[in-house]
């Protein structure tokens, strides 16, 4: 595994050592030890499996508020997304920031999105399934979302359409006014 940074400390790529032969191939998706090698002091506790039918669709922007606030380790399996991490720690020097990048099933990059930060993403292709482990188990309570949208953000999504959103996502507010308990260095 090969740590990558972004633009955002603490939001990195993970790019897996994949063997392959006439067979196929194979990949070590997560390793507890090399994760501490690189770093990243996670230990997940819940997976999560996502299908999306249609090209244009976004999922997020998603985050679980303290104290239930969930590190994601995210990789796309079937066809290609674009997947964002938004920085919302009241305080940070890069809040209200974002990052994206293209993982799908070529690339079979991971996207390490710690705790403090939103996520989502937009699907590429039609068909795409998303895996993702996350550090802290779903807790409805502390589920909250920032609209896909928001022009002080300003997401470039490569695909312009109107997206296939759900309706949680299209009536989520602007960062401004989103519950958020994130403060910068806590």
Request: aromatic share 12%; net charge negative; with cysteine.
């Amino acid at each position: 595994m090969k740590k990558v940074e972004t633009l955002l400390p603490g939001v990195v790529v993970i790019e897996p050592k994949v063997f392959g032969d006439h067979r196929g191939w194979f990949m070590e998706t997560f390793n507890d030890v090399k994760m501490k090698e690189l770093g990243l002091d996670f230990f997940p506790v819940q997976d999560n499996h996502s299908y999306t039918a249609a090209k244009g669709t976004i999922r997020g922007l998603h985050y679980q508020m303290n104290p239930n606030a969930q590190a994601k380790l995210v990789r796309c399996t079937k066809g290609a997304i674009f997947d964002v991490a938004v920085d919302i720690r009241k305080g940070s020097p890069t809040f209200g920031k974002y990052v994206g990048i293209i993982l799908d099933e070529e690339n079979k990059n991971q996207l390490f999105i710690p705790k403090g930060f939103a996520h989502g993403f937009m699907t590429l292709t039609d068909h795409v399934e998303v895996q993702y482990k996350v550090d802290e188990l779903y807790a409805p309570e502390s589920d909250r979302g920032i609209i896909w949208n928001d022009p002080e953000i300003g997401i470039e999504w490569p695909i312009d359409l109107v997206p296939v959103l759900s309706q949680k996502d299209e009536h989520a507010p602007l960062l401004e006014y989103a519950d958020n308990n994130f403060i910068y260095g806590e």
